[in-house]
């Protein structure tokens, strides 16, 4: 009933809301896009995104379809790597940025690993920033992160909004610097964040520096500062400041997937983990339990 082509089409247009960026990723012209995901909303007989010229959103049956493509997506690909008796081996170093710790990509790297047994995964957690520098080193094969507003490189996992988060009762002086909470350099949202305060000529002052996101979110929790965060991506007990604390925009924020270079041995497995990671890629968006 569901074709799988039209399937993995929805999936990428559901995790980038952009046909645009969806055509990119797959490699296909936005007209053809545009088409599959019509097929698949007939054969639903429901629509699945609602669009205009601004904006691309899912309606609540896209929603809905989202977890029913995943699980018929990971069945079909089980069902063709068990007829056609290709097994993925090799050593895959992958990298994966501090943003997800709180997310389900555990359960991702399990389905993962129970598909393909037999490739050897080595998994490192690290800042976008120093991810992106083993990448190009050499030290992994690829990586799961944010992306450099300047870099173009990567799969577009999904977009979001970088926004300031704290804890529910904080409060902030206008007439004083704005406490920040950031990771080390080269933190990506730590870049963002003293780039817009210094463009709204705002002082500031870092009253946490850590390299994990659960150091920085107890240091936010007490009520210490504010930190730049992606909304999708906010932890359980910090809420969105509110427009009136007078803070930058941020502005947006790339998840890519960036492969490294192509070492044998590696490079199947590697494109099997990016198919999971895109495949499963609403998940990201959900914290873990």
Same mark, same amino acid.
């Given at each position: 009933?569901?074709?799988?082509?039209? @399937?993995?089409?929805?999936?990428?247009?559901?995790?980038?809301?952009?046909?645009?960026?969806?055509?990119?990723?797959?490699?296909?012209?936005?007209?053809?896009?545009?088409?599959?995901?019509?097929?698949?909303?007939?054969?639903?007989?429901?629509?699945?995104?609602?669009?205009?010229?601004?904006?691309?959103? @899912?309606?609540?049956?896209?929603?809905?379809?989202?977890?029913?493509?995943?699980?018929?997506?990971?069945?079909h690909e089980q069902a063709a790597a068990f007829f056609t008796g290709t097994r993925v081996r090799g050593r895959l170093r992958f990298g994966a940025s501090e943003d997800f710790v709180l997310t389900?990509?555990?359960?991702?790297?399990?389905?993962?690993?129970?598909?393909?047994?037999?490739?050897?995964?080595?998994?490192?957690?690290? @800042?976008?920033?120093?991810?992106?520098?083993? @990448?190009?080193?050499?030290?992994?094969?690829?990586?799961?992160?944010?992306?450099?507003?300047?870099?173009?490189?990567?799969?577009?996992?999904?977009?979001?909004?970088?926004?300031?988060?704290?804890?529910?009762?904080?409060?902030?002086?206008?007439?004083?610097?704005?406490?920040?909470?950031?990771?080390?350099?080269?933190?990506?949202?730590?870049?963002?964040?003293?780039?817009?305060?210094?463009?709204?000529?705002?002082?500031?002052?870092?009253?946490?520096?850590?390299g994990s996101l659960n150091g920085l979110i107890a240091a936010a929790r007490a009520g210490l500062g504010v930190m730049a965060h992606s909304r999708r991506l906010i932890p359980p007990g910090l809420?969105?400041?509110?427009?009136?604390?007078?803070?930058?925009?941020?502005?947006?924020?790339?998840?890519?997937?960036?492969?490294?270079?192509?070492?044998?041995?590696?490079?199947?497995?590697?494109?099997?983990?990016?198919?999971?990671?895109?495949?499963?890629?609403?998940?990201?968006?959900?914290?873990?339990?």
């Open positions: 009933m569901y074709d799988p082509t039209q @399937l993995r089409t929805f999936l990428a247009v559901a995790q980038t809301l952009s046909f645009t960026q969806a055509a990119r990723r797959l490699g296909l012209r936005q007209s053809t896009v545009s088409q599959q995901v019509r097929r698949l909303e007939d054969a639903a007989g429901r629509p699945l995104f609602s669009r205009d010229t601004h904006s691309v959103e @899912l309606t609540e049956d896209g929603e809905a379809m989202l977890g029913f493509a995943r699980r018929i997506l990971e069945v389900r990509l555990p359960e991702i790297l399990e389905g993962f690993r129970y598909d393909h047994p037999e490739v050897d995964l080595e998994l490192t957690v690290e @800042l976008s920033g120093t991810l992106h520098e083993q @990448l190009a080193a050499g030290k992994l094969d690829l990586v799961l992160a944010k992306r450099r507003p300047e870099d173009p490189r990567g799969a577009l996992v999904w977009r979001d909004d970088l926004v300031w988060i704290g804890a529910e009762r904080l409060r902030l002086d206008a007439d004083r610097p704005v406490p920040l909470i950031v990771y080390p350099p080269p933190g990506i949202t730590r870049a963002r964040a003293l780039e817009a305060l210094e463009r709204q000529g705002r002082g500031w002052r870092i009253v946490c520096t850590s809420f969105l400041l509110p427009e009136r604390s007078g803070l930058p925009e941020l502005g947006k924020v790339d998840f890519v997937l960036v492969h490294g270079h192509r070492r044998p041995g590696a490079q199947e497995a590697a494109d099997a983990l990016a198919a999971a990671v895109l495949a499963g890629g609403e998940r990201l968006r959900r914290p873990g339990g």
